[in-house]
């Protein structure tokens, strides 16, 4: 179909997925519309800050309503092609029923880039209502379609250029080993791995409740800050030797962003088992892979005793994403099969 305007249905602020659907649109030479549902809600919850909790845990209706007959104008007004909706951004199923009712021609595509575990009732209300269902697991394509989401399509998280791009491709480097992320049990248990084995190396940790949760001693001496994002994010990854990537468990066997997010940036990729790319992003010639505690250690060492060999694997991986695995490709692919 041809789209020369996309209304966007999701989150604004940093290190939203939605920014780099917004760079891929521009790319595409396509106008864009962007409603942030959760930021236009906030002017009609009552109470002050009492309101905002509740809103946030037990939810009124009335003020989500008032917000979604802001989402019907805005698409009468502005009139798109297409409608990107993303994953559980409070639209509610009568306010998609009301702009196809008010104009058939308009496309809905459903982005969903996160483990199932978080799929709302809402979501599954809508369903009957979009035109496609977009989800970054290749497995979860079955499950959908169990649940009777139409026309479901494997649509991976991808890599920002215009957020996180560089072509450089360093050879010294002023971080040894880096982590950025939330801080998971699973996450800190590898980076204590890593912490106890390589003491003379000189780590950094980055990312929200770190500080907080973080048990391990060793571990929590690296912890230098919370997130990083967009240029900072990117700079860092570029200038991080190794970059150590453990995706949360509840999103096996797909990537996070981080896995894109890294080679996009220049960086060398030590990641976790991620079988649905595996096949694509290549042991060894694009990214590294560990599946045990006994595989992290190794391939760090293989890694800092080849530098070599790592400053090819950081340009090939960049180049495979730059040539095959950006938003403006992954936007593209929705246009062609909503």
């Not at 789209?3 to 939203?16: E, F, M, Q, R």
């Not at 009124?60 to 019907?72: A, D, G, P, T």
């Not at 992320?181 to 929200?208: D, L, Q, S, T």
């Not at 894109?260 to 096949?279: K, M, R, V």
Request: proline share 5%; aromatic share 10%.
């Amino acid at each position: 179909m041809q789209v020369n305007k996309i209304l966007i249905l999701g989150a604004s602020g940093k290190g939203a997925l939605e920014l780099s659907y917004i760079n891929a649109a521009k790319e595409l030479g396509i106008e864009i519309e962007i409603f942030d549902p959760a930021k236009e809600e906030k002017k009609y919850i009552k109470g002050g800050s009492i309101g905002k909790k509740v809103q946030a845990f037990l939810p009124v209706e009335q003020w989500i309503r008032k917000m979604n007959r802001e989402i019907v104008l805005l698409a009468k007004k502005f009139n798109p092609d297409l409608i990107l909706l993303f994953t559980n951004t409070r639209v509610l199923p009568g306010t998609l029923a009301c702009i196809r009712t008010m104009n058939h021609r308009i496309k809905i595509a459903w982005i969903w880039p996160d483990t199932p575990l978080n799929l709302e009732k809402h979501n599954f209300l809508n369903a009957p209502l979009v035109d496609i269902t977009c989800t970054y697991s290749k497995a979860t394509i079955p499950v959908f379609s169990r649940l009777e989401f139409p026309n479901v399509h494997w649509v991976p998280l991808a890599g920002d250029l215009n957020m996180h791009g560089t072509d450089i491709i360093r050879e010294e480097f002023e971080t040894d080993i880096s982590f950025v992320g939330g801080w998971r049990p699973e996450r800190e248990k590898v980076m204590g791995i890593i912490c106890g084995h390589f003491k003379n190396a000189n780590i950094e940790i980055y990312g929200p409740y770190w500080k907080r949760d973080c048990k391990h001693p060793d571990v929590k001496t690296k912890i230098k800050g919370e997130g990083l994002y967009e240029a900072d994010l990117a700079l860092f990854f570029n200038k991080s030797r190794i970059n150590i990537n453990v995706i949360d468990d509840t999103n096996f066997p797909a990537a996070n962003m981080r896995f894109f997010e890294i080679p996009a940036a220049g960086g060398l990729q030590l990641a976790s088992s991620c079988p649905e790319q595996e096949t694509v992003f290549c042991n060894r010639e694009h990214i590294l892979y560990f599946t045990s505690e006994e595989k992290i250690i190794s391939e760090i060492e293989w890694a800092l005793s080849h530098p070599g060999e790592c400053s090819l694997i950081r340009s090939k991986g960049h180049n495979l994403l730059k040539s095959e695995h950006t938003y403006a490709h992954r936007l593209q692919y929705i246009i062609n099969n909503v």
